[in-house]
């Protein structure tokens, strides 16, 4: 059964972002981007929260907040291995078996979609729960920034397994393609299997961690939300987010 005290979110941010540097530092509304990424994460009373860095300043932010940041290797891959780390260093009861993996740079994300994520876990064949929400604009298919997963829904399914993640897809339909939402859900047994695999040929070419998953059989499950939280990832999404 999933509760609080055996869940945890995780939120991995580094400053080492090329198109936007020193990101979770940056001022929104008089606050830094991780500082509203973490409130929102403690605003779902979900379980613990922890920040997971590389960078001294992020952890001081989030510990002058009152929150708990766990400095990690600077050497890690990906935000996942990321929050590997942080999870045997802050779990020492070994108290945690459930792991909401929040990117830093979302800080629109509402309660309920980390809620949603989550509760994909409930079923067992799942190894990991990621979100999705519909596109609605042709031209977000050809964007590289924004991630494409494919899933094929059936009618009034709000979840189903996750077929691909592509930048730039093949096809033109936008029919099964959808808007993925970087935030996951793991059982710490998936989490600890994921960070164990090597990474792979497409994961290394389209900068997407979760096609190491997918190239690896393991069961990722798509639920299907109706809004799109807005990420951070250029000085244009910025603006937008600064409003």
Not at 93 to 109: A, C, F, H, R, T
Not at 125 to 141: P, Y
Request: glycine share 4%; charged share 30%.
């Amino acid at each position: 059964m999933i509760t609080q005290k055996n869940t945890a979110i995780i939120i991995p941010a580094r400053l080492a972002a090329t198109r936007l540097p020193n990101k979770p530092l940056i001022k929104i509304h008089n606050k830094t981007m991780i500082q509203h990424v973490w409130e929102r994460a403690k605003e779902a009373n979900l379980g613990r929260v922890i920040v997971a860095t590389d960078n001294e300043e992020i952890q001081k932010v989030i510990e002058n907040s009152g929150g708990v940041a766990c400095l990690t290797s600077i050497d890690h891959q990906s935000g996942t291995d990321r929050i590997y780390e942080a999870l045997q260093k802050c779990d020492r009861k070994n108290e945690i078996e459930y792991i909401v993996n929040l990117q830093g740079d979302i800080p629109s994300i509402k309660a309920n979609a980390l809620s949603a994520v989550l509760k994909l876990l409930e079923n067992k064949e799942v190894q990991i729960g990621t979100l999705v929400v519909k596109i609605n604009e042709e031209s977000d298919l050809h964007k590289s920034q924004v991630v494409k997963a494919l899933c094929i829904f059936r009618e009034n399914e709000k979840n189903t397994k996750a077929i691909n993640f592509q930048r730039q897809p093949k096809e033109n339909s936008i029919n099964d393609f959808y808007h993925h939402i970087g935030i996951y859900s793991y059982t710490k047994e998936s989490l600890k299997q994921f960070v164990n695999l090597k990474q792979t040929p497409r994961e290394k070419e389209e900068k997407l961690e979760q096609l190491r998953a997918l190239e690896n059989n393991m069961h990722i499950e798509a639920g299907l939300i109706d809004f799109l939280p807005l990420g951070v990832d250029t000085p244009e999404d910025l603006e937008v987010i600064k409003g």
